[in-house]
């Protein structure tokens, strides 16, 4: 059973917490016919991502990512888990504001009636072991933010976006879902701006789709870095499994 999803339009600005200027540090419009350098692949085949012409707008090129949740074989695995994703790493530390944004669709046959349980993330900022540590040192963390998606009994299919740390016992994540159920051939905008910090009232995020999900329209400080070396962007296809979020 194959998972596409269909990005287009990276931007990611960031400063300095005490400027007042943001300075576009990258972009990608995946005009090109391969992915631009900055970019890391995190994919088990070649053929599970591409640059295509946009299904809505032939004038225009995508990111075309593909996942078999179906291939049980272990073949669709890389680094422990079923995932085709692109990573950037902007090296943005403490006390840095970055705001980003991009586009994405599903496809049809993203959408499965009688699936089974599980989620599958599309966007995650993942964290680093602090220094002199490895992630054997760091079992039972979690990404300080992710954006996936989850269906119901009724097979509905919604977009949701955590935020917060975890690890050992310490679990302060907090999970928004979007009100409005998800549907396909509809192009999504996600728009967020993070200020990392180790500290929660130095930290904030303001998650949007469309309309923010949250009610308050205001900054949600929660603390949103393990350590001082800095977390990096995903995005594409992560399979759960049966895992829980």
Excluded at 15 to 31: A, P
Excluded at 69 to 89: A, H, I, M, Q, T
Excluded at 113 to 131: C, R, S, T, V, Y
Aim: charged residues 25%.
């Amino acid at each position: 059973m194959n998972k596409w999803l269909i990005i287009v339009v990276l931007s990611l600005l960031s400063c300095k917490s005490n400027d007042i200027k943001f300075e576009l540090k990258y972009s990608d419009d995946f005009e090109k016919t391969t992915l631009n350098k900055e970019w890391t692949k995190e994919t088990a085949t070649k053929q599970s991502l591409e640059i295509v012409s946009d299904p809505l707008n032939k004038k225009n090129k995508v990111l075309k990512l593909k996942l078999n949740l179906g291939d049980v074989s272990g073949k669709g695995r890389y680094s422990n888990g079923y995932r085709c994703e692109v990573v950037y790493s902007p090296k943005d530390t403490i006390n840095t504001v970055v705001k980003y944004q991009f586009k994405f669709l599903f496809l049809e046959s993203f959408f499965k009636k009688g699936e089974k349980q599980g989620w599958i993330m599309i966007h995650q900022w993942h964290d680093n072991p602090a220094l002199g540590y490895t992630w054997s040192d760091c079992k039972g963390t979690n990404p300080p933010y992710n954006l996936y998606v989850q269906h119901n009994a009724n097979g509905d299919y919604f977009l949701k976006f955590t935020r917060g740390l975890r690890i050992g016992n310490i679990d302060e994540r907090t999970t928004i879902t979007y009100k409005d159920k998800l549907i396909p051939n509809h192009w999504y905008t996600f728009e967020n701006e993070i200020k990392w910090h180790v500290y929660s009232d130095k930290s904030y995020c303001i998650p949007k789709l469309g309309q923010y999900f949250s009610d308050k329209k205001e900054k949600i400080y929660q603390r949103n870095m393990y350590n001082q070396i800095p977390n990096y962007f995903k995005m594409g296809l992560y399979w759960s499994g049966i895992e829980k979020i």
